[in-house]
């Protein structure tokens, strides 16, 4: 693990202490977020670039291994090193779409 | 505690937020130019907005004991449209001696494009040319990585750079470290969405230090809190770390960064110059900023408003229209032609 520049002040038994309501919150937002999907039904949401990529963020957080944030960041990233020729689109999306690009 | 927000689009605030931000701590901010949600039509339109910048909002950040410093460019939203920037770029220089500029931004990336990076460098030879400070954005979302990359390679493979004048905005986790490795300015922008949340930010003060990372609420027209800077303090307390940490992060970077330029100084205490304009009128706010605020904005209102810049434009339809300022702002500027007799510090009645 990276040793931290600034330590962090409180235990691993604070930060629990602390943070955990509101972290237990979010991973219930994601539950009832991916319930939502499955009682639609129709299979759309399961093949969308940015569900696919949901997914795969998913599995790094079950995965363990420090740190997570990075490789999290970087599936939901574009990974090319060449600049478009022409923009596509004014907005982000939020993920990369591989198949765009075909 | 005291903050200066190194990125804050105040056009799109109302001058209730000026309010909080002035009642929560913050003595300064500086607005880089940015993409108002729309494409502008001309560069008549940038015209206007950089009259915005340089002489109706200075004013308006007065009134609140703020002092406001501004950088120009034009946008890397709207930097595909080639024929614009190259418009935009030309009337850019007639600016860049107005007092509350600082140097050349927001430039940067969108959505990675060659236009936008042949935009992208025709704005740092700008600087280049009129040896000005430079305030970078980076892509949003999926792009940030690779805007990011594309940008400190391109400015680091030119040795006339220095990267302790510029800053490279909206870092997150994947890409804060190659921007600090390159010696590069950086800042975290605390957003409710799409960027970074203060928790967040205060990992990557534990993980990286403090050196050369700077906060800020950029405040825009999407959502955004323009008291972020203050919750980042309040995270930072709620994770233990002391205010002398807090203070560097939020007050003494800024003044490292920013006091890079000769324009940008600190005059008198945040609020107390806010409180004694409500309190007891104009005229003392107005002669503590005059006093103490040399080479400061609050030169650059009265500089304006005698210009007749500011007269034009600031006191007829645009400023006394507005629910805003009010008749006072009006007066303050628009009777401008002598800048002796501009009033500086004059608190708006909403009568």
């Given at each position: ?102 | ?71 120009l ?15 935009v770029l030309e009337i850019i220089p007639r600016y860049l001696d107005r007092?509350?500029v600082?140097?050349i ?21 700008l600087a280049?040319e009129h040896?000005q ?219």
């Open positions: 693990m990276t040793r931290a520049t600034v330590p962090s002040p409180k235990t691993g038994k604070q930060l629990v202490d602390e943070y955990f309501i509101e972290n237990r919150t979010r991973i219930l937002e994601i539950a009832a977020f991916l319930d939502r999907l499955d009682r639609v039904g129709d299979g759309q949401a399961h093949g969308d670039y940015r569900m696919r990529a949901f997914r795969q963020c998913l599995e790094v957080l079950v995965s363990g291994g420090y740190p997570r944030m990075p490789r999290i960041q970087m599936i939901l990233s574009d990974p090319r090193a060449e600049p478009l020729d022409i923009r596509d689109t004014q907005n982000a999306s939020g993920a990369y779409d591989p198949e765009k690009e075909a | 505690m005291e903050y200066i927000d190194i990125h804050a689009h105040m056009v799109s605030r109302t001058t209730d937020d000026y309010v909080q931000m002035a009642l929560s701590g913050c003595r300064a901010l500086t607005e880089p130019a940015f993409w108002p949600g729309w494409d502008r039509s001309s560069v008549h339109g940038f015209e206007d907005y950089f009259r915005q910048l340089t002489e109706f909002e200075p004013n308006r950040a007065r009134q609140y004991g703020i002092q406001h410093y501004t950088w460019c034009l946008n890397p939203k709207e930097a595909e449209n080639r024929a614009l920037a190259k418009q007092p509350n600082l140097g931004g927001e430039i940067g990336l969108n959505r990675v494009t060659r236009n936008e990076l042949a935009t992208f460098k025709d704005h740092v030879e280049l040896g400070m430079i305030h970078i954005h980076t892509p949003h979302l999926e792009d940030k990585w690779k805007g990011t990359k594309l940008i400190v390679e391109t400015l680091a493979a030119d040795g006339r750079i220095d990267p302790n004048r510029v800053l490279i905005d909206h870092a997150e986790e994947h890409t804060i470290e190659m921007i600090l490795d390159n010696g590069f300015w950086t800042g975290l922008t605390l957003y409710p969405q799409t960027k970074v949340s203060p928790e967040r930010a205060v990992d990557m003060i534990e993980q990286y230090g403090p050196e050369r990372i700077c906060v800020a609420g950029a405040c825009d027209w999407g959502p955004s809190v323009p008291l972020a800077v203050p919750h980042f303090i309040m995270a930072m307390r709620r994770r233990g770390h002391d205010d002398a940490l807090i203070r560097r992060i939020v007050y003494e970077n800024p003044v490292a960064f920013l006091g890079q330029s000769p324009k940008f100084r600190l005059g008198r205490t945040a609020g107390s110059g806010a409180a004694e304009s409500s309190a007891t009128g104009s005229d003392a706010a107005g002669s503590a900023t005059a006093a103490s605020n040399v080479a400061g904005p609050v030169a650059a209102g009265s500089n304006a408003a005698g210009s007749g810049a500011a007269g034009s434009g600031a006191a007829g339809s645009d400023v006394a229209g507005s629910d805003v300022a009010g008749s006072d702002v009006a007066g303050s500027d628009a009777a401008g032609s002598d800048a002796a007799e501009a009033r500086p510090g004059a608190v708006a009645s909403p009568r």
